[in-house]
């Protein structure tokens, strides 16, 4: 598990980011694992961390389970948790994976990836 920062920043934020990185490593030094999601408008980091997306991303913290079953506790249709699941993957917040049910077929089942998500967001 990792912790996982979302944040709005600019290109050069990113830049400045790298190359402080890149210092470390040409000076040997060891680097601390480190997961940034960074938007430079504000209002596409909200769309993409929204309140619905929180409380699932919780939700699967709290007690990673299927798609179906994160739905009925959420009370939420199946279809809505799937894209929300769908776009936390694409985020590197959840992960996915086929198991196989006893006796038959498969069922997709969602745990989180980050132990937790640092918000921080610059509206100016």
């Given at each position: 598990m990792r912790n996982v920062t979302v944040k709005t920043g600019t290109v050069e934020d990113f830049l400045?980011?790298?190359?402080?990185?890149?210092?470390?490593?040409?000076?040997?030094k060891e680097l601390q694992p480190e997961y940034t999601l960074?938007?430079?408008?504000?209002?596409?980091?909200?769309s993409?961390?929204?309140?619905?997306?929180?409380?699932?991303?919780?939700a699967v913290k709290k007690e990673p389970s299927?798609?179906?079953a994160l739905a009925?506790?959420?009370?939420?249709?199946r279809s809505s948790v799937k894209k929300d699941i769908d776009q936390l993957m694409a985020a590197?917040?959840?992960?996915?994976?086929?198991?196989?049910l006893p006796g038959h077929g498969r069922q997709k089942f969602v745990r989180a990836v980050a132990d937790s998500i640092q918000l921080q967001?610059?509206?100016?």
């Open positions: 400045a980011r790298s190359r402080k990185i890149a210092r470390r490593m040409d000076r040997g960074t938007f430079e408008d504000p209002a596409d980091m909200f993409v961390m929204s309140p619905g997306r929180l409380e699932l991303f919780r299927s798609i179906t009925q506790r959420l009370k939420r249709d590197g917040l959840l992960d996915v994976k086929e198991v196989p967001a610059v509206v100016a």
